[in-house]
């Protein structure tokens, strides 16, 4: 079952801040985040595992809640290239796919 | 180039054709994916591969067939298809299944 992601879209001024979740019903081993663009291949930003950690990536930063099988992606100080489409992926304990959710559309206005 | 090219980029077929879509990835990589990307939908699973073997089908139709002769060409067989088939096909690959997975451009297929 698909992970599910909110908000479905966002706009922003640059430097604001955004906030992007995924929550799945099922338990999970791992949560990766990707950003496509228009017309572009999605490319991964982060990977996180179970335990709780949380990453960061420049401005953008991640946390993952393994009890409440959520995640969140922190945008800080947007820039226009933050624009794009953001897709989380989860993985199952026992693992070997990602299934992903629909995406969150994300634009950066100046 | 993002380390795993596809092609053709587009491709336009009608139903009675057959046609293959091919990727390649010089990562170094042994795990590659076939995802389906529709609009207003979320990136489908359809095969995984691991170490040239299948390892998933995600209950895709035969009129899709997979191939992967060796750990870095995935190629994807099409036949008879219809036009609801007419999608973004992306290409994927990491280095076994729990790490970050590197995507191809994809293949912009439309089905007339």
């Known amino acids: 079952q698909q992970p599910v992601q909110s908000p479905q879209a966002v706009i922003l001024r640059e430097g604001e801040d955004a906030v992007i979740n995924c929550s799945s019903s099922k338990a999970l081993y791992s949560v990766h985040w990707y950003r496509q663009k228009h017309g572009e291949a999605p490319v991964f930003l982060m990977i996180l595992l179970k335990g709780g950690e949380q990453k960061g990536h420049e401005k953008i930063s991640a946390s993952f809640n393994e009890k409440k099988q959520q995640s969140s992606l922190y945008l800080t100080a947007s820039q226009l290239s933050y624009s794009g489409t953001y897709f989380c992926?989860?993985?199952?304990?026992?693992?070997?796919?990602?299934?992903f959710g629909e995406g969150t559309q994300l634009t950066v206005n100046p | 180039e993002t380390g795993v090219t596809q092609t053709p980029r587009h491709l336009v077929m009608g139903m009675t054709n057959k046609k293959s879509l091919k990727c390649e990835q010089h990562l170094g990589h042994n795990a590659m994916y076939w995802y389906k990307q529709s609009a207003k939908k979320p990136l489908e699973l359809m095969f995984v591969?691991?170490?040239?073997?299948?390892?998933e089908n995600n209950s895709v139709p035969s009129r899709f067939s997979p191939e992967c002769p060796n750990s870095s060409h995935l190629f994807l067989h099409l036949h008879t298809l219809q036009p609801e088939d007419s999608a973004l096909y992306l290409c994927?690959?990491?280095?076994?299944?729990?790490?970050?997975?590197?995507f191809g451009s994809g293949t912009r297929l439309t089905v007339v």
């Open positions: 994927a690959s990491s280095q076994d299944n729990h790490y970050g997975y590197t």
């Open positions: 591969y691991n170490f040239k073997e299948q390892t």
């Open positions: 992926g989860t993985e199952s304990p026992s693992g070997s796919r990602l299934t």
